[in-house]
């Protein structure tokens, strides 16, 4: 598979794997400068040339893999008789450096309910980078010209009509953040009480005020779930030092608050990065 094809695999696939490129070639190696390949875990898509200039390669980038580095890394390998063969081998007698660059996946973000704050809320994440699902039981919510605005959107944009809108939550990604934001409460509250049985979820959020909070953990403690349970249900979401109730306000508040959080994720699993290797 060329690697290009490889990249948009990972990346619907929600995979993590290290885009590997020849950036400089001094002499004679296998492959031109430009050379790119993509590795993950278990699987290999494109080659640099082969040989042991590419087994070092694929072994830094598993490792990086491994270790769930986020910074690119290089790698500077000399192709003689005299280097060291970890990997066996190989005698072209170039210089060359690999450039190693962590494809992360994607946060993945689920918004039930798409009226005003939805809609707004939808316009702003749909400029970044993550994997958006757009969910209504109405028809009329979702539907093409109402989303229009999105069709160049940067994320990759799934939209839901679900009757049932709880049933979607089995069907997004590991790792999804959930915003609960319908236009019925009734609806809300059965989505509170599906996410809390998921244990494949990353934050659950629900907009309302103090009051709805209340009797929505009466409700959800009497069908089972413990306090610390409904400790993964935050309520008010979005900047406490916003206030302002303009659904286009609400929506920023909001999405700000989920930037932040993707990038604590990010910093959570970034170690130092390594320092280049020479061969």
Known sequence: MHWLAAVERLRGERRAGVLVTLVTVRGHAPRDAGAKMVVTADEAFDSIGGGNLEATAVARARAMLEHRETAPAQISLSLNDKARAEHGQQCCGGEVVILLEPLAVAPSVAIFGMGHV?????????????????????ADQVEARRLAAL?????????????????????????????????????????????????????????????????????????????????????????????????????????????????????????????????
């Open 118 to 138: 939805g809609l707004e809320l939808a316009h702003i994440l749909s400029r970044h980078d993550i994997e958006l699902h757009l969910v209504d039981s109405r």
């Open 151 to 279: 069709e160049d959107a940067v994320a990759r944009v799934h939209v839901h009509h679900a009757p049932v809108p709880e049933l979607v939550l089995g069907q997004v990604p590991r790792g999804t953040h959930v915003l609960v934001m319908t236009h019925d409460h009734a609806e809300d509250a059965a989505l509170c009480d599906t996410a809390l049985r998921c244990g494949h979820l990353a934050s659950i959020g629900l907009i309302g005020s103090s009051a709805k909070w209340s009797r929505f953990r009466q409700r959800l403690a009497a069908e089972g779930h413990s306090p610390a349970d409904l400790e993964r249900i935050t309520t008010p979401i979005g900047l406490p030092g916003l206030t302002g109730k303009e659904p286009a306000t609400i929506a920023v508040s909001v999405a700000a608050a989920l930037v932040g959080v993707f990038e604590a994720e990010r910093a959570a699993v970034a170690p130092a990065a390594h320092e280049g290797v020479t061969t």
